[in-house]
């Protein structure tokens, strides 16, 4: 079990420049998290070099992108991309002639999932062929790497890689009952994970959200040595997500969004970080705060630890820029609502019972229960209708800020980074902001 360490104080120090080298290791879609890392990185001058995931064809084949698509792709990462299909996971793969993973999986139904059984060995095979395919690819990549990074240059590794949901029709249904339901919709979270079709998902959540970065450490290991030799300086980043402090009663306290299935993978990402520290290689793995995206949304409840940051603004020196951000959020409440009572509603949310005995560090990720479910899942129906537009919530505010803060704190931590694991709880995220609106 890794342990809960916070950063607590403001990085401050800077060692990237222009000429040196920023690779994002995930392809950019949108916006979210990595966003403020780009931004921090083109503001110390450094070249933005991505990856690509690539497409798939009409027979599910992977392939580099068209020339329009990698044109739109730089566009929005504004900068290069290296165009080298870097698909992570082996949902689609197998050796040839024979079936995938999501073949196998697709005759499952709401009704037989968690009786059918998976020849193991075949999915053995297609996980040797995904690895293989990743590892070439990662090598083709770092070839075209080793002519942009010039000796002396320091080096900014950022992974991004996550997720590894295979696209079978059943796992919809399972997931909004897992994640969503209440009363005889409620589905244990526990009859997934004992199933086979949750094995392999866990397996391939571990191959996409973990594995991968422990490819990128080793695969560019003779980058790495190169530059030190020359003077300059090589590190890693990685997402991950391990709950959260939030201020409940006045004081910052750990809590989670507990029934997350990915948790298991992103440990094992907490250990792939550790593992390299020891061996002197600075990587480190970023704890972020909860936050509504197109992804997290499938989780429901999830969002409900996000309302704390706005007290957290007022009681770490946010000053008129915080009473903004106050204003904002009631200005998206129903009219009879008041964005005190509302917060008040959480609170009394994080002191129930049900709540409070899931709040546990060392048992986490727990299995979901029906009674976690009504209190969870009803709770964020309630605080959702309380505002004038489900089409903007204050989760959504918030979340905005919450990424504007992480990226900055990344950035600067990395150029001399404190542990390999790093949380970034309500506090530091309160104290930048601040300081960056006041």
């Not at 040797?128 to 000796?151: T, W």
């Not at 998206?332 to 609502?337: A, T």
């Amino acid at each position: 079990m890794t342990a809960l360490t916070p950063l607590r104080e403001i990085p401050k120090q800077n060692i990237f420049k222009q000429g040196d080298v920023f690779v994002l290791f995930g392809e950019l879609f949108g916006r979210g998290y990595v966003n403020g890392l780009i931004d921090e990185a083109r503001d110390a001058g450094m070249t933005i070099v991505g990856i690509t995931v690539g497409r798939r064809d009409d027979d599910n084949r992977l392939r580099p992108l068209t020339e329009e698509e990698l044109a739109a792709a730089e566009d929005n990462l504004g900068g290069r991309i290296i165009n080298v299909p870097m698909m992570a996971g082996f949902d689609l793969d197998a050796p040839e002639g024979e079936p995938t993973p999501t073949d196998m999986l697709g005759g499952m139904t709401i009704k037989n999932w968690q009786d059918e059984k998976l020849d193991w060995s075949q999915v053995e095979r297609c996980r040797e062929v995904g690895v293989k395919r990743f590892k070439d690819s990662m090598a083709q990549v770092v070839a075209e790497l080793e002519d942009m990074i010039p000796d002396g240059a320091n080096a900014y590794f950022a992974h991004t890689m996550a997720g590894g949901i295979p696209k079978v029709k059943v796992f919809l249904a399972i997931a909004n009952r897992i994640y969503k339901g209440r009363g005889a919709r409620f589905m244990s979270s526990r009859a997934l994970l004992d199933s086979d079709l949750g094995r392999f998902i866990m397996m391939n959540f571990d191959e996409v959200s973990a594995n991968t970065f422990q490819y990128l450490i080793e695969g560019t290991t003779q980058i790495r040595q190169r530059l030190q030799k020359s003077g300059g300086e090589v590190c890693y980043s990685a997402y991950g997500y391990h709950g959260t402090e939030i201020l409940i009663n006045g004081e910052y306290r750990w809590q989670s969004y507990n029934n997350y299935t990915q948790g298991y993978a992103k440990k094992r990402l907490e250990g792939i970080a550790e593992e390299a520290w020891a061996k002197g290689i600075k990587a480190t793995v970023f704890n972020c705060p909860e936050i509504r995206t197109n992804s997290s949304d499938i989780f429901v409840g999830v969002e409900l630890s996000l309302f704390p940051l706005l007290t957290s603004l007022k009681i770490e020196g946010g000053g008129d820029w915080a009473e903004s951000q106050w204003e904002a959020c009631r200005k998206l409440l129903s009219d009879e609502i008041s964005l005190e009572g509302l917060l008040q509603n959480i609170e009394d949310y994080n002191a129930d019972e049900v709540i409070t005995e899931f709040r546990n560090y060392e048992a986490w990720p727990m299995d979901n229960t029906e009674a976690l479910a009504e209190v969870m899942v009803g709770t964020s129906g309630d605080i959702t209708a309380k505002h004038k537009d489900k089409r903007a919530l204050i989760t959504d505010h918030l979340s905005g800020l919450v990424l504007e803060g992480t990226g900055p704190l990344m950035f600067h931590e990395m150029s001399n980074p404190s542990a390999p694991v790093l949380w970034l709880n309500h506090d530091i995220i309160a104290k930048q902001l601040n300081m960056m609106h006041n």
